[in-house]
């Protein structure tokens, strides 16, 4: 298993700009999800699914867009970049729900983006 | 929504000695409470979970409690090592599909 992967690592845009980071997932899992972490500071999350045509935002969505056309992959669009998008964004997976508990969430290894 | 708040921002202890991050939540619904450690470049790494339907979880030199009625968990590393060192993350989430809520981290320095 991969897990959960993530491309590309690192990206340098230009504002105005647009760009789709990928994720991908081999765990079956049914829910993903979008955080960005700026220096110094903790995980917010920016839009999430529980499965393939599903997706919510999150605290952060302004400036992002996402689909889900399978259960494997979670893609992140972004549209006219913008320097406070820079920041390093991770993908994560869970199993989901089981008597009202969240399964544990297993993060990728993160695409750290520059908008200059 | 959710937030959550944790203390101490930074932390220094010595080796073998313990140390203890402190969260609390404000939304009493929630009742998954995480703890991630991350490495400098690295995605945060779970290293123990608890659920609201008990009150402390150990795994080996890492424990961590909750009290619901006050609306706060904590980390608890004993016998602290320098591969300890890293920075630490609480996040809460309400049984939702709606992921975690995280606190802002304590970067945690073990001095030899």
């Given at each position: ?27 079956n ?7 960005r ?10 839009y ?6 599903i ?8 400036g992002y ?27 994560a ?15 990728g ?8 | ?30 009742n ?81």
């Open positions: 298993n991969a897990g959960v992967t993530q491309t590309p690592k690192f990206r340098i845009l230009k504002i105005g700009q647009s760009m789709t980071l990928q994720c991908a997932q081999d765990m899992h049914n829910y993903m999800y979008w955080y972490q700026d220096p110094g500071m903790g995980l917010k999350l920016i999430y699914s529980v499965g393939a045509g997706t919510d935002k999150g605290e952060v969505p302004n867009n996402v689909s889900r056309s399978t259960t494997e992959d979670f893609p992140l669009r972004l549209e006219l970049a913008a320097p406070s998008q820079t920041s390093v964004y991770f993908c997976s869970s199993r989901g729900l089981a008597g009202g508990f969240v399964y544990e969430q297993y993060f290894p993160g695409t750290r983006l520059t908008v200059t | 929504g959710e937030n959550v708040e944790q203390h101490p921002s930074t932390l220094s202890v010595q080796e073998g000695d313990s140390a203890v991050i402190k969260c609390t939540y404000s939304d009493s619904a929630s998954y409470f995480p703890w991630y450690k991350q490495e400098l470049g690295k995605r945060p790494q779970l290293i123990i979970d608890i659920r609201s339907n008990v009150g402390e979880k150990k795994d080996q030199r890492i424990a961590v409690t909750l009290n619901k009625t006050a609306k706060h968990f904590s980390l608890h590393i004993t016998e602290t090592q320098p591969e300890d060192s890293a920075v630490y993350f609480c996040a809460a989430s309400g049984g939702g599909a709606d992921g975690l809520t995280f606190g802002k981290g304590t970067h945690l320095i073990i001095q030899p």
